[in-house]
């Protein structure tokens, strides 16, 4: 989508599914993080991916990368697990 700059996905845990993808975005120049933007995001992954990939779970922050540029996914999953961090669901803006 036009407004993600960058992207990552981990799993998050879930009391239904046990896990569900959940993204963290960096968003492009123009575009302003919060519910509406949100929406738009979960609205196009709904479009193009299969159900078991969509994203359930967004949140808008910096992602931790290594000195040479790779996603640290670990840090990602951690900070998933402590629950820090302004978090959407898919279900709560319907």
């Known amino acids: 989508h036009e407004a993600v700059a960058e992207a990552a996905v981990v799993p998050a ?9 959940k993204a963290y975005v960096v968003l ?3 575009w ?23 994203i359930r ?19 990602l999953r951690e900070r998933t697990a402590l629950g820090t961090g302004a978090e959407y669901d898919e279900g709560d803006l319907k």
């Open 57 to 75: 779970r967004l949140e808008f922050a910096e992602l931790p990368k290594t000195v040479s540029g790779k996603i640290r996914r670990i840090e």
């Open 13 to 21: 845990p879930d009391p239904l599914r046990l896990a569900v993808p």
């Open 28 to 30: 492009a120049g123009g």
């Open 32 to 54: 302003e993080p919060g519910p509406d933007t949100a929406k738009i995001l979960f609205e196009h992954s709904r479009a193009v991916l299969a159900p078991y990939k969509r």
